[in-house]
């Protein structure tokens, strides 16, 4: 089945390095990646997506660059502040009317002030 | 304001009982999904909706049921709750739209079956 494989599971910087997350998915009909963000205690949150027609996307500190060849995608946060620190989820789906996501295993991100 | 609310946020009950978690969206989106995460820990789909009178099984198997009778609410209901059925319970929604859109999550509700 679809299965989408996320390392590394946890990750501890220093402020003002860069994180690298990367994911991996089966299904090659996927075409959709988010990334969401959730904070102790609080909801998943979006943070950046990527869709299959464009290979990268940045917004401020984050981007996400896809390689549909390789079948992976990765998020990459620089400048870390440790208001960054939280579990980040990649996901995928493929189009369709459902917009099921499959998500991946999550990393718990430390940033170190 | 727009959002997605679940209803209880924290509740523990005893083994056995019969218990219904409230999801309410007031975004008019069509979509919407009920996810099961442990603390930190991967989310696993277990229902979805795509709109009134459809529902579907998700991909983890899950001894709940849901309901879709208006477009707003999508409640989750345990008939007999066990402490395997300890766990944080998401919703989510989505507008219909032609191409996959984010899911908007509800703060969860965690469940502990003593």
């Known amino acids: 089945g679809e299965n989408v494989e996320q390392h590394p599971s946890t990750l501890s910087v220093q402020e003002g390095d860069s994180a690298v997350i990367k994911c991996t998915y089966s299904?090659?009909?996927?075409?959709?990646f988010p990334w969401y963000k959730q904070e102790l205690g609080k909801r998943p949150q979006l943070i950046i997506d990527?869709?299959?027609?464009?290979g990268e996307k940045k917004d401020q500190r984050i981007a996400v660059t896809l390689n549909k060849t390789a079948k992976h995608f990765s998020l990459h946060i620089t400048e870390t502040q440790p208001e960054d620190s939280a579990v980040y989820f990649c996901?995928?789906?493929?189009?369709?009317?459902?917009?099921?996501?499959?998500f991946g295993q999550g990393t718990t991100l430390q940033v170190k002030p | 304001e727009a959002d997605i609310y679940q209803t209880p946020r924290y509740l523990v009950i005893g083994t056995g009982k019969k218990i219904t978690l409230e999801c309410s969206q007031t975004?008019?989106?069509?979509?919407m999904y009920w996810y099961q995460q442990d603390p930190g820990m991967e989310l696993h789909l277990i229902h979805y909706?795509?709109?009134?009178?459809?529902?579907e099984k998700g991909d983890l198997s899950s001894e709940s049921t849901v309901s879709r009778i208006r477009t707003e609410h999508f409640p989750l209901t345990l008939e007999s709750a066990r402490p395997s059925h300890t766990s944080q319970y998401l919703c989510?929604?989505?507008?219909?739209?032609?191409?996959?859109?984010?899911?908007?999550f509800g703060n969860g509700t965690r469940l502990t079956v003593t």
């Open positions: 996901a995928a789906s493929r189009l369709s009317n459902t917009g099921k996501l499959i």
């Open positions: 299904d090659s009909a996927s075409n959709y």
């Open positions: 990527i869709r299959s027609n464009v």
């Open positions: 975004m008019g989106h069509d979509k």
């Open positions: 909706s795509y709109g009134v009178n459809s529902t």
């Open positions: 989510a929604s989505a507008p219909s739209t032609g191409d996959n859109s984010p899911l908007h």
